[in-house]
């Protein structure tokens, strides 16, 4: 008897574990048309880059 209640347990923690984790919100956030978000390169500012040891240049 313990050994059936221990492989339907693990087979219903496995089949909850194959179900898909759906994260996506019921609505989307409050975002204004004007938002004042400049886009950058890379975290550096317009104009500049990272060089190869994660510098801006």
């Known amino acids: 008897m313990r050994n059936t ?3 339907l347990s693990g ?3 496995g089949a909850l574990a194959a ?3 759906s994260a996506l919100p019921l609505a989307p956030s409050p975002v204004p048309e004007t ?3 400049l ?4 975290g550096c500012g317009p104009g500049w ?3 190869p040891w994660g510098h801006c240049r």
């Open 5 to 7: 209640f221990r492989l």
């Open 11 to 13: 087979l219903w923690l």
């Open 19 to 21: 179900l898909p984790a």
């Open 35 to 37: 938002a004042s978000v």
């Open 39 to 42: 886009p950058v390169a890379q």
């Open 49 to 51: 880059w990272r060089g």
